[in-house]
């Protein structure tokens, strides 16, 4: 079993669409929590860090639930420029242990 | 001026070859990481650097030897590589609070390397 899972997608949604994305992660001890995107052939980017209680910034949302080892992402009101890869990022201690995603694609059609 | 500066973008070179990927980071972070990303595979992480100590190397081939002569800068040198080494190489950086948990990572543009 990976130690991050993603839904490889790709998911296609028309603008204006609300799209959520789930990552899965195994190991109980991780720490730190982020969604990451990627544009084809580019840098990752750090998009929001996840928190507790959830978080909102924008159209997006990002929510963690430990009890169930899985974090999600939420993106309200799709644009054409939301379309590329979400990358799920998971921390823990012991030598600085930064796990990614496969990452899930997504393509926003007008 | 990016955080982040990887030299060169792009590199092509022979199965003879030594060659030297170059990462800086302007963040004034502590810890400084080495990422391989091939065609439709997930990052793998390759070497993790805190406080010019590397801290991690996953198993990476002996062809791959990291250098980190201070907090800003960090190198790869590549010796005698494969064609299946042909991948996106990305350094990233990031601050240790002390609690060894990783902050968030920053990354460079990457090092388009094509092993010929």
């Known amino acids: 079993r990976k130690e991050v899972e993603q839904d490889p997608g790709p998911f296609n949604v028309p603008e204006g669409a609300t799209v959520a994305f789930n990552c899965t992660y195994s190991?109980?001890?991780?720490?730190?929590f982020f969604w990451y995107r990627q544009d084809c052939r580019k840098e990752p980017k750090l998009l929001m860090s996840?928190?507790?209680s959830g978080n909102e910034d924008g159209r997006f949302t990002a929510q963690l639930n430990r009890a169930s080892q899985y974090i999600s992402l939420l993106i309200r009101d799709s644009k054409l420029s939301d379309s590329a890869t979400y990358l799920c990022?998971?921390?823990?201690?012991?030598?600085?242990?930064?796990?990614f995603g496969a990452g899930t694609r997504l393509f926003v059609k007008a | 001026e990016t955080g982040v500066t990887q030299t060169p973008r792009h590199l092509v070179m022979g199965m003879t070859n030594k060659k030297s990927l170059k990462c800086e980071q302007h963040?004034?972070?502590?810890?400084m990481y080495w990422y391989k990303q091939s065609a439709k595979k997930p990052l793998e992480l390759m070497f993790v650097?805190?406080?010019?100590?590397?801290?991690e190397n996953n198993s990476v081939p002996s062809r791959f030897s990291p250098e980190c002569p201070n907090s800003s800068h960090l190198f790869l040198h590549l010796h005698t590589l494969q064609p299946e080494d042909s991948a996106l190489y990305l350094c990233?950086?990031?601050?240790?609070?002390?609690?060894?948990?990783?902050?968030?990572?920053?990354f460079g543009q990457g090092t388009r390397l094509t092993v010929v």
């Open positions: 990022v998971v921390t823990h201690t012991g030598g600085f242990k930064t796990i």
């Open positions: 996840v928190y507790s």
């Open positions: 963040l004034g972070h502590n810890a």
């Open positions: 650097y805190s406080l010019e100590e590397r801290v």
């Open positions: 190991n109980s001890a991780s720490q730190s």
């Open positions: 990233a950086s990031s601050q240790d609070r002390g609690d060894r948990v990783n902050t968030e990572a920053f």
